[in-house]
Antibody, heavy 119, light 110 residues
Framework: EVQLVESGGGLVQPGGSLRLSCAAS????????MHWVRQAPGKGLVWVSR????????SFADSVKGRFTISRDNAKNTLYLQMNSLRPEDTAVYYC????????????WGQGTQVTVSS | QSALTQPASVSGSPGQSITISCTGT?????????VSWYQQHPAKAPKLMIY???NRPSGVSNRFSGSKSGNTASLTISGLQAEDEADYYC??????????FGGGTKLTVL
């Protein structure tokens, strides 16, 4: 069974940092692109970032470019999102999701981790 | 990276058909056959329903279908059932090598 389990969320002050993790199991993690998608309270889904299989190519939404970094450790079957200079508008549930290389749909999703940016 | 445009809400009675539209630009929906649709029940993770405009993943009911014309994609649900009540989101690949979601549509089954 495919499982994606996010962790690392919590309460952080504006300007602070947080690192999210996504542990994958039940599929060949190293053969899939990985993504982060977020959802603010009562709002819609917003794509955040993508990383390729090797970790050599990344892409970001304009709203997080320069503040967030995506990375992966294929040996540990884990995806990361390093979030710096956090703003109140970054408050959301953060989901990790997978896609097959060269395909732009997200086939498996985790259950999400809550990030709250507030003083 | 403006969000794709979806109606905020649609509704239908059991057994009826409904269609949700998703309008973008030539830089996303109109430029690529990479439109996907997701269903999200309250407090649950999204679920893939349609990919590459009109393809259904294994296990998704054939009551769900997708299409595209120009810069507008559509999701049609036929034979509405109570369990179809959920939020639906479209998504597209973009010319900036990113992805963009629609604002979401709340489907109410009357």
């Amino acid at each position: 069974e495919v499982q994606l389990v996010e962790s690392g969320g919590g309460l952080v002050q504006p300007g602070g940092s947080l690192r999210l993790s996504c542990a994958a199991s039940g599929f060949t993690f190293s053969a899939y692109w990985m993504h982060w998608v977020r959802q603010a309270p009562g709002k819609g889904l917003v794509w955040v970032s993508r990383i390729n299989i090797e970790g050599s190519s990344t892409s970001f939404a304009d709203s997080v470019k320069g503040r967030f970094t995506i990375s992966r450790d294929n040996a540990k079957n884990t995806l990361y999102l390093q979030m710096n200079s956090l703003r109140p508008e970054d408050t959301a549930v953060y989901y990790c999701a997978s896609s097959s290389p060269g395909y732009y749909f997200l086939d498996y999703w985790g259950q999400g981790t809550q990030v709250t940016v507030s003083s | 990276q403006s969000a794709l445009t979806q109606p905020a809400s649609v509704s239908g009675s059991p057994g009826q058909s409904i269609t949700i539209s998703c309008t973008g630009t030539s830089s996303d929906v109109g430029g690529y056959n990479y439109v996907s649709w997701y269903q999200q029940h309250p407090a649950k993770a999204p679920k893939l329903m349609i990919y590459d405009v009109s393809n259904r993943p294994s296990g998704v009911s054939n009551r769900f279908s997708g299409s595209k014309s120009g810069n507008t994609a559509s999701l049609t649900i036929s034979g509405l059932q109570a369990e179809d009540e959920a939020d639906y989101y479209c998504s597209s690949y973009t010319s900036s090598s990113t992805q963009v979601f629609g604002g979401g549509t709340k489907l109410t089954v009357l």
